[in-house]
């Protein structure tokens, strides 16, 4: 079962931030924090990972909360394209550890 | 760099058939994962490869299979299909099993 909770959808006018929670209240402390998406059954697209420290990229920032039981990927200015399903995963890197997805936050930019 | 590749893109069975779906990693990448992806079931893990290992497997009964060769490459093989194998079958690569995966366009599969 994945490890995550995500809202089921979310609506953010074009423009504006979209701020995704994901809630990870059992993390451990050597669980990262990974963030893809899926746009229209294309396969997941990789976006931001972090395992305590906020993190930023040319796609999106990261941020986690000091205790690590949640986080927030933070879309800075949301395009009509960003549309897509967002899923937030923990996953300790390592051999067997393979990425649990659940059934993430469809994100639907409105113009 | 190009990104991971899969052939074919898109595919039709009928029930009782087998099938071979190809994976070609980014150049470099050593590990390779395979995912199923249905409406129901959501994204699901199969089974992961590293040095031609399979270092890891999900609940998947045995008519599903894998293979990695020397270059990394990796194909995975449904025998005997099902009407509920029809999914989007999504290959990953990574450096190693410990970095982020990068996942290919997928092959849909189609079973009638």
């Known amino acids: 079962d994945a490890k995550t909770t995500q809202p089921p959808s979310m609506d953010c006018a074009e423009g504006r931030a979209a701020n995704l929670p994901c809630n990870h209240s059992?993390?451990?402390?050597?669980?990262?924090v990974y963030w893809y998406r899926q746009i229209h059954s294309q396969g997941p697209q990789y976006i931001i990972h972090g395992l305590k420290n906020n993190e930023t990229n040319e796609m999106a920032s990261l941020i986690i909360t000091e205790d690590r039981k949640s986080s927030t990927l933070i879309l800075p200015h949301a395009t009509l394209r960003d549309t897509a399903v967002y899923y937030c995963?923990?996953?300790?890197?390592?051999?067997?550890?393979?990425?649990?997805f659940g059934p993430g936050t469809r994100l639907s930019v409105l113009p | 760099k190009a990104g991971v590749t899969q052939t074919p893109r898109y595919l039709i069975k009928t029930r009782g058939q087998q099938v071979t779906l190809s994976c070609s990693p980014i150049?470099?990448?050593?590990?390779v994962s395979w995912y199923q992806q249905t409406p129901g079931q959501g994204l699901q893990f199969l089974f992961e490869?590293?040095?031609?290992?399979?270092?890891n497997k999900g609940n998947f009964p045995g008519r599903f299979s894998g293979r990695q060769f020397s270059n990394s490459r990796s194909e995975m093989n449904v025998s005997t299909l099902e009407l509920g194998d029809s999914a989007l079958y999504l290959c990953?690569?990574?450096?190693?099993?410990?970095?982020?995966?990068?996942f290919g366009p997928g092959t849909r599969l189609l079973v009638l």
């Open positions: 490869y590293f040095s031609e290992t399979q270092r």
């Open positions: 150049s470099g990448h050593r590990s």
């Open positions: 995963i923990v996953r300790v890197g390592g051999y067997g550890q393979n990425f649990v």
């Open positions: 059992t993390i451990s402390g050597n669980e990262y």
């Open positions: 990953a690569s990574s450096l190693d099993p410990q970095e982020t995966q990068y």
